[in-house]
C-alpha cells in the first residue's frame, strides 16, 4: 500500500475521533473506524460497477458525510478522484453538463459517483453516456479489501479555478498527499487528541477536499463539516460551531473573514467563546491587513486571540502548502516603500512614522515555506533574484504536482530540474518569510510602474456601499504603452441612480488617493454578477470578458 492509505487504514483500525456533519439541523458524528466500514461497502459496489485500479472517477456530490466514505471507497479501488463543479440554482444545466462532459472525457473518467442534492443531473449525464453510479446505492455493496496501491498512483486529479471551456486539473499523486500531509500537520503541531478542525469549505476545492477531508481522514483528526451553503446562509454558523465544538483549526479566504467580522460585531456579548481557536488560515485569494485587523477587534470581545490570525499560502499544485507560519505568530506585517516596490520592485522596509502615509505599503507576510519544499525567486529570464526582489516564485519538492491533465493531453507542470512557475509575484524577507504580490498576469503597468490589482481593490472596497470582498480591478489594454484599469464592484444599491454616481465618485476618489493612478472606468453591478471560481474567488480575467 501507499503509505498515504496505510496510514489512512491504520486510524480507522485505531482512532475514536470523526467527522461530524449536518449541523445545523441534524447533527451527525461517525468515527473513521465507521466511515471506513462504510467505505468497504461502497468499495466493493464500485467494484461491481467495474471501477479498478488506475481508473478516473468524477464525484458530484454536496454533503460531506457522502463524500467522504465514497472517496475513500474510491481509493480503496486504487482510483483516483476528480471533485467537478457543482451547478447551482442559476447554472444552465445543459451547459453545466456538456462543460462536465467536457471534463470526464479529459481524464477519461470510468464513471460518476453521484450524491445529494445533484439527482437530477443524473438524467442529464446517462443521455450522454457516462456511467453514474449513486452514493445512496453504493452502501449496498459487499465488504471489500483494498487493492495494493503504489506512491505513484494517481490519487486526485484537481480542477484549477474556473476550469469550464478549456479545463485542467493538477494530477496528484499518493506521494504527494502523504508529504504535504505531513509538512502540514507538523508545521502547526497538530494533536489529534486535542484539536478539532472546523470548517465550510467546499470539498470540491482543494483546501477543503485536502485540508479538511483526505487530512484528517489520513491521520484521525477530529473535523466538524457544513456545506458552503449553510455558512452562507448565516456565517455566524462558522463561530457558533467553533463555539461548540471547541475548534482550533479552521480556514478561508480573505471575503469569508470579512463577512465573520461584521456578524461578530452584531453578536450578543459573552454568545460565543472563541478562546480555543489557535489558527485561523487566511488563503486561496488576497489577504487583507484591514479585514484580518477587523477581524481581531471583532473577535476579542469573544476571546479570538489575534495571534491566531494567521495569513498562509497554497495551491493545488504543491498539494496544498506553501507556507504558514509558526504558531502563535498571527499576522506579520512586511512594512515596505510603495514607490520603490512599484517602480524598481524592491521592498524596502520602512518605519511607518518616517513615511508620507500613502507610499507605505502594508504587506502580509505568509510564513515560511513547509518541510521539503524550496523556494526562490527570479526574473523574466529565470535568473535568482536577492531577498527582497521582487520577481516570479517558484517552486521545488516531492509534493509538487509533476503536471495538468488537460484536453490536448498531458502538460508538464516543472522543468527540467523540478522547478513549477506558480505564476504569483513576490518576494522573501531575510528571515526566510514569503511575500506575494498578486499575479504576473494581473499586474498593471502604468507609467513605469507596477500597479497591484489587490491595492485597488482593497481602496475600492473601502467605500461606503460596496459589498465587501466584490471589487475587481481589471486591466485594460494590456501589453500597450499606455495601459489603464477598470473597476467592477458589486453594490445593494445598484438600482439607485444617485448612490451608483456617488460610489463611482468615491471609488475614483478613493484608488487616486491611496494608490496614485485613476480608474478609466467604474461599474457597479448588482450582488452575485461579478465572475467567481468554484471556490468563491473573484475572477479579473472573466470580469474583463464581462465588461466586453
Known sequence: MSRFTDEMYATARTSTRGLVTGEPTAPLRRDWGEIHRIARRMAGALAAAGVGHGDAIGVLAGLPFDIAPACQAIWMRGAS??????????TDLLVWARDTETVLHMIQARAVVLGTPFEAAEQVLRERGITVVRVDRLAEGADTDPLPTAESDIALQQLTSGSTGSPKAVRITHANFHVNAHAMFDRVKFQTADDVMVSWLPLFHDMGMVGFLSVPMQFGAEVVCVTPLEFLTRPLLWAELIHKYRGTVTAAPNFAYSLLARRLEQAEQGSLDLSCVRYMWNGAEPVDPDTMDRLAVAGARFGLGPAALTPVYGMAETTLAVSIPDPGHGQVLDLVDGELLEALGKAVPVQIEHQHQGTVRRLPTLGYLVDNLEGRVVDAERGPLPVRTVGVIELRGPAVTSGYVTVDGFRAAQDADGWLDTGDIGYFTEEGLIVVCGRIKDVIIMGGRNIYPTDIERAAQRVAGV?????????????????????????????????????????VHTVFAEVGVRPRTVAVLGPGALPKTSSGKLRRAATAVHLG
Not at 81 to 90: A, D, F, K, S, V
Not at 469 to 485: I, M, T
Open 467 to 507: 459589498r465587501p470582498g466584490n471589487a475587481v480591478a481589471v486591466r485594460l489594454d494590456a501589453g500597450q504603452k499606455r495601459e489603464s484599469f477598470a473597476v467592477v464592484v458589486e453594490s445593494n444599491d445598484h438600482q439607485d441612480p444617485v448612490a451608483v454616481r456617488r460610489i463611482e465618485h468615491d471609488i
Open 81 to 90: 478522484i476528480t471533485m467537478l463543479h457543482q451547478p447551482t440554482p442559476r
